[in-house]
């Protein structure tokens, strides 16, 4: 079984070549954007050519959520044209897309007290555990309009589809939360961290290990094209940002003045979802994936980091 993995320089894309020697029955084949320009439909047409996988994984993205309200053509081409391209040649090769995708999709939701409630209808959340596969995605931004539009683009073209939803990602790999919040600490005496968005911090080896799951629970014959569509995945529990830097000094040690501001202490180019915490019950009961509490990947993060 063939694998090609987009994005292979990237943070997801590290994560999972740091995972390969777990899994012997599958031969992986690692694209960086060089190897592979996923906005360029005849360049993909090569390397899905000459590769001719069973699977590929798109962790291929623009992710600077700020810089893409100043380049919105460019995040328009790799994360709505990019996976329009990916599910082209898949359907032409027959090959099963695994996307990754964003809790950006979601911005309908605010705050009262402890309840979630959509914006436009005012209606409380469908589930206590957070953001539903279901629920009707309403982005905020640039990056996560052309997030969804990536979405949208493969399920127009491609039936064969896992496209996974997740957040806040962090890792010992690349640029995120994790490693800045490490940076600024040993620059700074103090820090202030917003408080008030909600969500769920995803190690991306964990987020690496439930796409392989998914791959690999595809060659059984218990799975059935049922199984094709969208999934949420993230570590278990819920913080806020402010609670997630203090969990992270609190478990390396670090001794930093820590203050919690709201959101609209620190404007950004790019709005937040003000709440992001995403269902799993799906990919649980679908593939029998086990989800790790956001502290305990953490801490094992950070043995690696």
């Not at 995972?19 to 439909?41: G, K, W």
């Not at 391209?85 to 996307?99: F, G, S, W």
Request: with cysteine; hydrophobic share 40%.
């Amino acid at each position: 079984m063939v694998v090609l993995v987009t994005g292979a320089n990237g943070q997801l894309g590290q994560a999972i070549q740091s995972v390969v020697e777990r899994y012997h029955a599958i031969d992986f084949v690692f694209c960086s954007s060089s190897d592979l320009d996923i906005t360029n439909q005849v360049n993909c047409e090569e390397v899905f050519k000459k590769h001719k996988p069973d699977f590929c994984i798109n962790s291929a993205a623009y992710t600077a959520v700020d810089k893409a309200e100043s380049e919105p053509q460019k995040a328009f081409d790799i994360n709505a044209n990019g996976p329009e391209n990916l599910a082209l040649v898949c359907k032409k090769y027959d090959t099963i897309l695994v996307h990754v995708s964003t809790d950006f999709v979601f911005d309908a939701y605010f705050s009262e007290g402890t309840a979630f409630y959509d914006r436009e209808l005012r209606l409380p959340l469908k589930s206590n555990l957070g953001l539903q596969e279901s629920d009707v995605p309403f982005p905020n931004g640039i990056y996560g309009l052309t997030k969804l539009q990536g979405e949208q683009a493969i399920q127009a073209v491609w039936e064969k589809h896992f496209i996974i939803r997740t957040s806040w990602v962090y890792s010992q790999f690349g640029n995120n939360f994790l490693k800045t919040m490490l940076r600024l600490a040993s620059e700074r005496d103090n820090l202030s961290v917003v408080s008030d968005q909600i969500g769920t911090p995803t190690y991306a080896v964990d987020l690496a290990e439930a796409l392989l799951k998914i791959i690999e629970s595809c060659r059984t014959p218990l799975v059935s094209a049922s199984n094709y569509g969208i999934y949420n995945f993230s570590n278990e529990g819920s913080c806020s940002w402010y609670e997630f830097a203090k969990e992270i000094f609190l478990q390396k040690g670090v001794i930093i003045d820590l203050q919690p501001i709201p959101t609209s202490a620190y404007p950004t180019p790019a709005k937040r979802p003000m709440y992001s915490v995403l269902d799993k019950t799906k990919i649980k009961n679908k593939f029998g994936i086990v989800l790790n509490d956001w502290k305990t990947s953490l801490k094992a993060c950070l043995k690696q980091a």
